[in-house]
C-alpha cells in the first residue's frame, strides 16, 4: 500500500491521520483551527504540511497539491444528536460537515471518510443533512455508505462509537467492504492501565485491576468554553466510580507507595491517552485541560487504520 495520498481536515490531535498513516497512507497537508492541535501534530510530526485555518476559509486553489488526492478525511466536531437537539444548536457542527463534503468538489478524492456521533448514521433530525450529503456526492459520481464502529471492536479499551461516512468514486464502490472487529475480546480498563497504575510502587495497583473489568465509557473532550479536565458528565462518572475511579478531575501522576490501597483513584492524562489508544511516544501540546481536550476529541488511531485499509483495498492498493 505505497503511494496514497491524503488531505486530513479538522485534524485535531491527529488520531485519525496516525491511523491512516498506519494504513500505509501519507498526508498533503493537515488542517486544523487550533492553534494548540496543530503543535501537538508539528510535535510529532514535523516533517507533515500542517495548516492552521478554519475549513470554513480554506480555499484549495491556494493549495494544488491538495488536487486528486486519494483520500480526503474528516474528522469533524461532534454535532449534538440526543432526541432533543434542535438544528440551532449545532448548527456550526453541522456547517463544518457540509464543508468536508463540498470540499470534494474541487479535491476531487477518489475517497471519503467522514467521522462524527452515530446518530448522524440514522437519527431523524439529521435526515436533511443526510439528504444534503446524498445529493453532493451522487452529483460528483460517488456512492457511499454510512455505518456505525465501535472502538472496542479495533482493541481500544473504550466503548466509544462513532458514526461514519465513507463515500468512493463509482469505480471503486463496489469493492469497499466497511471493517469488521480486528480483536475477539475486547480490553478492559484495568488491563490497560494496570502497568502505568504499579509503576509507582501504589500497593492497590492489583485489586484495582481485577475490578476495572469493563471497557472505559466514552472519553469526552468537553467544551472550550467551560469547565476543566474531567471524565465526563454524571452518568459517566458514575460508571468510572464503579471501577474505583474519581472522574471528577485528572491527577498529575499515578498514586504512589504511599496512597490508600483502597482509594478512588484519578487518571491521569497520559492514561487518557492510553485509552484512546494513542501510542506512548505520542506528545500532547499544551496545558493539562487543552491536553484532555485533544485527546477526549480525537479519534481512536486503530479506527483510522482500520477505515484506513478498507478504503485502501477498495481503490486495489
Given amino acids: 500500500m505505497n503511494g496514497l495520498r491524503f488531505v486530513d481536515v479538522c485534524a485535531g490531535a491527529g488520531g485519525l491521520a496516525l491511523g491512516l498513516e498506519g494504513a500505509g497512507f501519507e498526508p498533503v497537508l493537515l488542517l486544523d ?31 494544488p497539491d491538495t488536487y486528486d488526492v486519494d483520500l480526503l478525511s474528516a474528522g469533524l466536531p461532534r454535532v449534538r444528536s440526543s432526541a432533543t437537539a434542535a438544528r440551532a444548536d449545532t448548527e456550526e457542527e453541522l456547517r463544518l460537515l457540509e464543508a468536508a463534503v463540498l470540499l470534494a468538489h ?43 464502529l465501535n472502538a472496542a471492536d479495533f482493541g481500544v479499551p473504550q466503548d466509544r462509537r462513532q458514526g461514519v461516512l465513507v463515500a468512493l468514486k463509482e469505480r471503486y464502490f463496489d469493492a469497499f467492504r466497511p471493517p469488521g472487529p480486528t480483536v475477539s475480546e475486547h480490553v478492559p480498563v484495568g488491563r490497560a492501565l494496570h502497568r502505568s497504575m504499579a509503576a509507582r510502587g501504589w ?3 492489583d485489586a ?9 465509557p466514552t472519553l469526552v473532550g468537553g467544551s472550550d468554553n467551560r469547565g476543566g ?18 472522574g ?20 491521569t492524562g497520559p492514561q487518557t491517552a492510553v485509552l484512546q489508544a494513542f501510542p506512548p511516544q505520542w506528545r500532547f501540546a499544551g ?17 483510522g487504520t482500520a477505515l484506513g485499509q478498507a478504503v485502501a483495498a477498495a481503490l486495489g492498493a
Avoid at 498529575?252 to 490501597?261: F, K, L, M, T
Fill in 203 to 205: 500497593p492497590g495497583a
Fill in 229 to 246: 479536565a474531567d471524565l465526563g458528565p454524571t452518568g459517566t462518572k458514575k460508571a468510572w466510580a464503579r471501577m474505583g475511579v474519581n
Fill in 106 to 148: 474541487s479535491v476531487q478524492p477518489r475517497a471519503l471518510i467522514v467521522e462524527n456521533v452515530p446518530g448522524l448514521v440514522d437519527a431523524p433530525q439529521f435526515e436533511p443533512t443526510r439528504e444534503f450529503i446524498r445529493k453532493e456526492l451522487e452529483h460528483l459520481g460517488y456512492r457511499f455508505s454510512w455505518f456505525v
Fill in 33 to 63: 483551527r487550533k492553534p494548540v492541535a496543530c503543535e501537538t501534530l508539528r510535535l510529532n510530526r514535523p516533517a507533515w504540511n500542517i495548516l492552521e485555518m478554519d475549513l470554513l476559509d480554506f480555499v484549495p486553489d491556494e493549495y
Fill in 208 to 216: 484495582w485491576a481485577a475490578r476495572a473489568i469493563h471497557v472505559a
Fill in 287 to 303: 496545558r493539562k485541560t487543552a491536553r484532555h481536550r485533544q485527546i477526549g476529541h480525537a479519534s481512536p488511531p486503530p479506527v
Fill in 248 to 267: 471528577g478531575a485528572l491527577a498529575d501522576e499515578v498514586p504512589g507507595p504511599d496512597d490508600d490501597p483502597e482509594a478512588m483513584i484519578k487518571l
